[in-house]
């Protein structure tokens, strides 16, 4: 290093070869430059940051009622007005944003887990456990979903809790079913081969070697439950089985509205395009994310 | 090979397909005997799908709504004024003495299948309705009057013979009372509970003495009203067709009537605006100030004589002590929840009765303030809300029930500062939980079934079919038996007074306010008027 002018062999050896890009970071250029996902992340990160940090900052209870000052159009004391108990719908917005986005959150969490692992072991051993697995996924699909959440009701009480933990045991099907194709694609590689033929145990090979190669996928289809799970709470929510009053989700506030539209259009306008442009946005992300993790389908 | 199996498949599908259409077509042909070609079909919302069409085992509104389509009583109402008028009796003579009623059936009286209705028939009604083991909710309204009735009804009397009806011949049946009862002949003429019921058919599909044992299924109801049934889609719509057995065919105008289940009183409100319906069962509130703008030919309201309310379930905690309850009731703002929350000209109700029904007015009234509320409170054990356990509110599901109970759960959480959470329920999950005081708190009405105040006071009786909040009162009861023995209207309602005031004061009942109907009812309806009952006879009702 003494010598710039002649480079040793040492030298040669310690200057960095020119960097790799591992996966990822490509990944995340070819996200970056989708316009469309970025304005989706850009968009759920402020909707979040408003519902968490909104309610605290306002001046009015997301139950607080001033039947005085019943539905008042958008003003400037309640920006966008109030509804039939003089409730204040910002807050209500963004309270019930809390509810919608947690429930989308809690619920696709739980299906991650239970359906990763679950795809995971079926795919893995095949044979007849995958059989039994795969036929246990089969008949938990075909219950009728509003049925099952009744049933879950009925015998534990109606709690917010429950509610996402029926969504999450419902979500978990599909992923276990994608996650099961795709171990059973990658397992057959050599590497897993090289793996076994090491000597390594079969939870370390499963968690260690072929997870990681079927990340892509999970994570697509990950960002595309969460909509599919905020849907599924307002739907819970419009059907009555969701949260209960006074609390509020978008649901809630888009069925409420909906019911007062002639006259009140406020009502329904402001949730509405919040929830269809939250749900737009994770599709976007959710888009790019299949474009820049999936190597095969961007490339060609 | 495949080919071969897909067309095979495609052609059966056809086949079936074609089979179905077919078959659906059929019913919908209808005879426009009326008018002459277009058929008059009356198209009305009917709020909740019906617990059942068994004119002994129901309670709620919107089966009375059908029943009075396929039932008719002894005698039936008039459409203006609802005064008893002839109906499967075409005359009743009523002894001097006020106890003994004879009613004459018609000669040619006949159930919807043409067999004839006899006075046996009435006999074995009114038998099954106060078998014990059959345990009609609205048995008291024959075994308060009826002498021996009650006693059966107890089952200290086991010879049915005893009990106060008599067969003179086959269209002749004779009623024997304990006290003469004024208002009897309201109860008969407005009532399902004196309904005469085709016990052979009920016989045919299973035990008599129990409820849905499915005799009122399509196919296998008969009936003796203006109306049969025609069609039954659960949840849906049951249409009821002119029944050509009843005496007075000829003078019902309408063809068909078809009851429309709509539970959502914003959905009803637009099939209304699109033309589906001539009549809604309500109106959501935030809809009055824009039909009284833009449809005010439209919009009906008026009184109704009915009080909406809060049952107290007085078995559980902490509602078992009666300052709870009355701190509840005193908590309320009645005036905002009129005026701001159910918009449609109710009054706010401070006593249980009607003020005016007959011209009676009860003189108690909840009085007290907030702070009272909260002292009462307090003394129960719970001061400033502290310690009060978790009480949930049931309702069944609408829009504007959940509007007044969030508004009520606001109020008593800002002046007792006590938390209720709201839950609500499908009609007849809802109905079930309120039969086994399977609840705390439950929202409630109670629409008069005939016009006197008898009818606001009866229910909160001890061990009354429709009592169901556990509340037993000797001291009320025994005003109560004193009224129905009372020789005049004002001593009767002198004991109605101190029954008032008594509610008042222990509060097994959480009164809001008192009922206006508002709904909406298309111009093209003719024969309708307003009654107090919200009782509308079809047979006079035609399309315009």
Known sequence: MSNPTSPTLAAVVAEPVEKGNSLWHDAWLRLRKNKLAVFGMVTIAVVTVACVAGPWMASYGYEQQDL??????????????????????????????????????????????????????????????DALMMRTVDIIYSLPFAIFVILLMVFFGRNIVLLFVAIGAVEWLTMARIVRSQVMAVKKMEFIEAARAIGFGRRRIIFRHILPNILGPIIVYTALTIPGVMMLESFLSFLGLGVQPPMSSWGVLIKDGAEKMEE?????????????????????????LRDALDVRSSKD | MLRRHLTLLLLLLGAL??????????????????????????????????????????????????????????????????????????????????????????????????????????????????????ASEYAYLIYDYVVGAKEYYDRKLADFAQVGFKVIDEHTLQVTLKNPAPYLMGIIASHYAWTPVPVKVIAKYGPIDRKRTGWTRLGRLVSSGPFQLKE???????VVSRNPHYWDAANVKLDEIHFYAVEDNATEERMFRTGQLHKTNTMPSAKIDVYRRDLPESLRIEPYLGVYFYRCNVNRPPLNDKRVRKALALAIDRESIVQKVSRGGQTPAYAVSYPGTSGYMPRAKLTGTIEDAKRLLAEAGFPGGKGFPKVE?????????????????????????????????????????????????????????????????????????????????????????????AKSVEARYALYQQMDEILVDECPVIPIYHYTSVYALSPKVKGYYPTLLDNHPYKYIWIE
């Open chain 2, 393 to 485: 509110l049931l309702y069944n599901t609408s829009e504007s029930h959940r509007a007044i109970a969030e508004a009520i759960q606001q109020m008593w959480k800002r002046n007792l500062n006590i938390d209720i959470t709201l839950f609500n329920q499908e009609w007849k999950v809802y109905l079930d939980s309120q039969h086994t005081t399977n609840f705390t708190l439950q929202r409630s009405g109670w629409v008069a079934d005939y016009v006197d105040p008898h009818v606001f006071l009866e229910i909160w009786v001890s061990g009354n079919g429709n009592n169901d909040t556990n509340w037993k009162n000797p001291a009320y009861d025994a005003l109560f038996q004193q009224a129905l023995a």
């Open chain 2, 17 to 134: 397909f074609t089979a179905g259409c077919g078959k659906s077509k059929k019913p919908t042909a209808t005879t426009g005997a009326a008018t002459g070609g277009v058929p008059q079909i009356w198209h009305v919302g009917n709020g909740s799908e019906p617990q059942d069409l068994d004119p002994q085992a129901i309670t709620g509104v919107p089966e009375h709504k059908l029943m009075m389509a396929l039932f008719e009583g002894l005698a039936t109402e008039d459409p203006q004024d609802l005064h008893p008028v002839p109906g499967l009796a075409e005359s009743w003579d009523i002894s001097t003495d006020g106890k003994v009623y004879t009613f004459h059936l018609r000669r040619n009286g006949q159930w919807s299948d043409g067999s004839p209705l006899t006075a046996d028939d009435c006999l074995q009604s009114y038998k099954r309705m106060i078998t014990p083991e059959f």
């Open chain 1, 264 to 288: 009140y259009h406020w009502l329904l306008v402001y949730p509405a395009a919040l929830f269809s442009l939250t749900l737009l946005s994770l599709n976007f992300v959710g888009d790019g």
């Open chain 2, 232 to 238: 039954w889609a659960p949840n849906q719509k049951i």
């Open chain 1, 68 to 129: 005085m000052n019943t539905f008042a159009p958008p003003n400037a004391q309640h920006w966008l007005g109030t509804d039939q108990l003089g409730r204040d719908l910002l807050v209500r917005l963004l309270f019930g944003g809390r509810v919608s986005l947690g429930v989308g959150l809690a619920a696709t969490f739980v299906a991650l887990t239970i359906g990763v692992t679950y795809g995971a072991v079926s795919g893995f051993f095949g044979g007849k456990l």
